[in-house]
């Protein structure tokens, strides 16, 4: 069974800050990494894939990936109310998809 | 707007009950899944089909039955749970290319209640 780490927060920023989320994995073969955005109640909604090393930018979200260190990092920039909600780090190997415990965001007015 | 469309959004039976969950996709994705979510947990992998077969079973209770009819529908057949399998059921799907398997999308999720 493959590990994937997150601190499970709560983590609260306030309005407009960069909210930094971070997850680690021990299997060093996994090769595609994902963010997913979860609502209380609601189903995981994809927000960011990483499959290489570096940075990966879609608007107000980043994603970081260090394959030496099996390290993922999620940003977002400009913060909003509409963002608190629990964030998953999910790694794949083969046509399995392993999700850490989630770290819970709560953006503060 | 999820294009993978799970049925019912909610479900109470009894223990003697049986009953089925739905899901379709219509992303001509060629891998589905079966998740179950109990409340502030992450999502655990149930069952996996590839390719219409079934790829990935994960010592799920046999009370739970997958059934894949084809690429677009996957249904879970529900018998004899207990109240401790009450949880977030979710569907999922990806594309699979060259033995790869892409980024997951997830239905909107059943809400099962065991009485």
């Known amino acids: 069974q493959k590990e994937v780490e997150q601190n499970s927060g709560p983590l609260s920023v306030p309005e407009g800050a960069i909210a930094s989320l971070n997850c680690t994995y021990s299997?060093?073969?996994?090769?595609?990494f994902f963010w997913y955005r979860q609502y209380s109640g609601k189903s995981p909604e994809l927000i960011m894939s990483?499959?290489?090393?570096g940075d990966k930018e879609d608007g107000r979200f980043t994603a970081q990936l260090n394959k030496a260190s099996q390290y993922v990092s999620l940003l977002i920039r400009d913060s909003q109310p509409s963002d608190s909600a629990t964030y998953l780090c999910?790694?794949?190997?083969?046509?399995?998809?392993?999700f850490g415990t989630g770290t819970r965001l709560t953006v503060i007015p | 707007d999820t294009e993978v469309t799970q049925t019912p959004k909610h479900l109470v039976m009894g223990m003697t009950n049986k009953k089925s969950l739905k899901c379709e996709q219509h992303m001509g994705h060629r891998a589905m899944y079966w998740y179950k979510q109990k409340a502030k947990k992450p999502p655990e992998l149930m069952f996996v089909y590839s390719y219409e077969k079934l790829s990935i079973n994960e010592s799920v209770p046999s009370r739970f039955s997958p059934e894949c009819p084809n690429s677009s529908l996957l249904n879970l057949h529900l018998h004899a749970l207990q109240p401790e399998d009450s949880a977030l059921y979710l569907c999922?799907?990806?594309?699979?290319?060259?033995?790869?398997?892409?980024?997951?999308?997830f239905g909107q999720g059943t809400r099962l209640t065991v009485v």
């Open positions: 990483i499959y290489s090393n």
């Open positions: 299997d060093r073969v996994s090769q595609s």
């Open positions: 999910a790694v794949r190997e083969a046509n399995n998809l392993f």
């Open positions: 999922a799907s990806s594309q699979v290319g060259g033995g790869r398997f892409s980024e997951a999308f």
